[in-house]
């Protein structure tokens, strides 16, 4: 049973950037595939980025060019890298496997002057 954990929300200005983590319990992480999805509020959960045990990425177009996904599987963690941060990027953040296992408690990004 993998167990994923998220941290690195804040607060950040317009144009600015946030490194965000999903952090990894269990010794098979590297077997899934892992997505970031945020939920604002009043606004479904959406997908926005993904990469597959292979290291092969996907993005949202609303944050393509901006949003990088990686993972270290020695680490047991995926991280979203968000530059260029718009007040539209709020919400709050979550990771999860594919297929889908437990939600965790979200790490809140807000993007505000």
């Known amino acids: 049973q993998v167990q994923l954990v998220e941290s690195g929300g804040g607060l950040v200005q317009p144009g600015g950037s946030l490194r965000l983590s999903c952090a990894a319990s269990g010794s098979i992480f590297s077997i899934y595939a892992i997505n970031w999805y945020r939920q604002a509020p009043g606004k479904q959960r959406e997908l926005v980025a993904l990469?597959?045990?292979?290291?092969?990425?996907h993005y949202a177009d609303s944050v393509k060019g901006r949003f990088t996904i990686s993972r270290d599987n020695a680490k047991n963690t995926v991280y979203l890298q968000m530059n260029s941060l718009k007040p539209e990027d709020t919400a709050v953040y979550y990771c999860?496997?594919?297929?889908?296992?437990?939600w965790g408690q979200g790490t809140q990004v807000t993007v505000s002057s």
């Open positions: 990469i597959t045990k292979g290291n092969n990425t």
């Open positions: 999860n496997r594919v297929p889908l296992g437990t």
